[in-house]
């Protein structure tokens, strides 16, 4: 493990000049530009961390939704290949800043992660990951999960390290206080082996307010929270909106961390009245582009999470970014009004985190909602005879379902046994969820609508 990290040596290490520093110092929490090795116009906005001077990229990697293959068994793994592909492909067009998890893809992001990023010095990046000890919160096991992420990551520090969910002082508590645990975490701070401590954050606000008195005792470094156009002022009583909680952390100086700024790939591809009124906007940029400036527009964002899979996703982001345009007023009131307009809409609010997987029936969760959200997006949903193209929207919907989600896979055999409600970050009653899906396909099958 290393020594304790000064500011100083930081800088030296990461090859930041005095030119850089001067930038960072006048415009502080602002935004950058970084150099441009990919030749692109403008290159990567950068945001400052007041704390150490880290020049973070505004486009963050989410590492939670990597490529999968199956292995010579079947077993679904991570397809490293393709991680390295767009790892390069990342840095090379400015970004810096990977965040993963012990529990991403059940267990296998940090090994990938880590063993791609392990090809570039370790000073030209930055590791984000988290203590997501949800299951078992033992000190025990907690200390076996922090240092299983340095060696993954084959690393002695930890760049910025989360508290992973967190939804109130009282879950801190037991998770962090009562194991000891927070001790043990603030001491590696001071050593070093963390540089920056936060937490991630779903909950009422009242949860958050709760943990912004915790706060005031033990001085976090930055925090993650869900933002995007939707959840800005339109996220439901069962969570906080986002408006709120970034003013609350601007007021602290705190770095605010964006997580799902496409609401679990939704504001990718939302209805086609939403799409055509954006398009029409911006004929040339994609619907996602918009979601990601609605983020960056804010200064005080540290930098914006996205889970890209393909390389597709990653050109599209890096194009939005490397030719950042924040939102105007105008704008800024338009996607108001699109946020409205989504929430009508009788989606399941999924953001396909997989934290509730693997279900112990077998059911793939994520798949459902993602299908069913599809079609309620492309209006094919087959909502009663009446309909002049019924048959072919009911044909279609049944076909498709069984061709995205394998049948004994499906929502029919969900029991109801509840296991994986505790563990949704959104607070989806999934059982429930999962009842409606299946009533509505067992309509369908039998023309009953």
């Not at 105007?328 to 009131?333: F, M």
Request: hydrophobic share 35%; charged share 25%; net charge negative.
């Amino acid at each position: 493990m290393s020594e304790k990290i000064s500011r100083r040596e930081f800088v030296k290490r990461a090859g930041v000049g005095t030119a850089a520093l001067a930038a960072v110092a006048a415009c502080g929490r602002g935004t950058v530009r970084s150099s441009d090795p990919a030749g692109e116009e403008g290159g990567m906005p950068m945001r400052a961390n007041p704390k150490d001077g880290d020049s973070v990229s505004l486009l963050g990697y989410g590492c939670m939704r990597w490529p999968m293959m199956k292995d010579s068994e079947g077993k679904d793994i991570i397809d490293q290949g393709k991680v390295d592909e767009m790892i390069d492909y990342a840095i090379s067009h400015g970004v810096n800043y990977f965040d993963s998890s012990p529990v991403y893809l059940m267990g296998q992001s940090e090994e990938a992660t880590g063993k791609s990023l392990s090809r570039y010095p370790r000073s030209s990046y930055y590791v984000a990951t988290k203590m997501s000890n949800f299951r078992d919160f033992s000190r025990e096991e907690s200390l076996r999960m922090y240092r299983a992420s340095f060696e993954r990551f084959r690393t002695d520090y930890i760049d910025y390290y989360l508290l992973h969910s967190l939804s109130d002082a009282d879950a801190f508590r037991t998770r962090y206080v009562d194991n000891g645990m927070m001790d043990f975490l603030l001491a590696e701070r001071e050593a070093g082996r963390i540089r920056n401590l936060g937490f991630s954050f779903h909950g009422p606000k009242e949860g958050f307010d709760s943990l912004m008195e915790v706060h005031e005792r033990y001085h976090f470094d930055f925090v993650q929270i869900q933002m995007n156009y939707v959840d800005w002022n339109h996220c439901g009583s069962r969570e906080t909106n986002a408006s709120y909680m970034y003013d609350e952390l601007v007021k602290r100086n705190l770095p605010v961390v964006i997580m799902e700024p496409l609401l679990g790939g939704q504001l990718a591809s939302v209805p086609r009245r939403v799409a055509d009124m954006l398009k029409e906007r911006e004929p040339s940029k994609s619907v996602a582009s918009w979601a990601f400036r609605f983020c960056g527009t804010y200064p005080g964002v540290f930098t914006v999470l996205s889970g890209m899979t393909y390389m597709d996703h990653l050109k599209d982001n890096l194009d939005t970014f490397l030719h950042f345009d924040p939102l105007d007023e105008g704008e800024l009131a338009l996607l108001e009004s699109v946020a409205g307009m989504i929430r009508d809409y009788p989606l399941v609010p999924c953001t396909a985190c997989q934290y509730c997987m693997p279900c112990p029936y077998g059911i793939d969760i994520p798949g459902v909602f993602r299908h069913y959200n599809s079609c309620v997006n492309e209006g094919t949903i087959a909502e009663s005879a009446a309909q002049a193209d019924f048959r072919k929207l009911r044909r279609k919907y049944l076909t498709s379902y069984d061709k995205a989600v394998e049948s004994v896979r499906q929502a029919d055999h969900c029991i109801t046994c509840g296991e994986c409600v505790s563990h949704c970050p959104q607070h989806i009653r999934i059982p429930a969820e999962l009842r409606r899906i299946d009533a509505y396909v067992e309509k369908l099958k039998q023309s009953t609508l």
